[in-house]
């Protein structure tokens, strides 16, 4: 028995539950659930990973940087909820110097 109704919603595929009449898309319950530019996420990633700063990925995807504060802490509370305690693999370490005044 086909228990789902499917409809478009700003281009994204979504579904109701004829049962319950929850409505869920490909993004429910991840990161990106409920955000206006998903379109955006890959290369934010990769810009935090590269370590630039909040304001210069801000400017550089033209987003609030208060929209790029939020995005950090959806993927940082992923991470987390993946509960990883141990590095595995190969692991570097540099060093780090701070000039003291």
Same mark, same amino acid.
């Given at each position: 028995?086909?228990?789902?109704?499917?409809?478009?919603?700003?281009?994204?595929?979504?579904?109701?539950?004829?049962?319950?009449?929850? #409505?869920?898309?490909?993004?429910?319950?991840?990161?990106?659930?409920?955000? *206006?530019?998903? !379109?955006?996420? %890959?290369?934010?990633?990769?810009?935090?990973?590269?370590?630039?700063?909040?304001?210069?990925?801000?400017?550089?995807?033209?987003?609030?940087?208060? #929209?790029?504060?939020?995005?950090?802490?959806?993927?940082?509370?992923?991470? *987390?909820?993946? !509960?990883?305690? %141990?590095?595995?693999?190969?692991?570097?370490?540099?060093?780090?110097?701070?000039?003291?005044?």
């Amino acid at each position: 028995m086909n228990t789902l109704f499917s409809y478009k919603y700003r281009s994204r595929q979504c579904y109701l539950c004829k049962n319950c009449g929850m #409505t869920f898309n490909d993004a429910t319950a991840t990161p990106i659930a409920g955000t *206006r530019y998903p !379109d955006k996420w %890959k290369k934010y990633f990769e810009y935090m990973v590269q370590g630039l700063t909040l304001p210069k990925i801000a400017k550089k995807l033209d987003i609030h940087i208060s #929209t790029a504060f939020y995005w950090r802490h959806k993927i940082l509370n992923a991470i *987390r909820s993946l !509960d990883v305690r %141990k590095l595995q693999g190969i692991v570097e370490s540099d060093e780090t110097f701070f000039l003291s005044r």
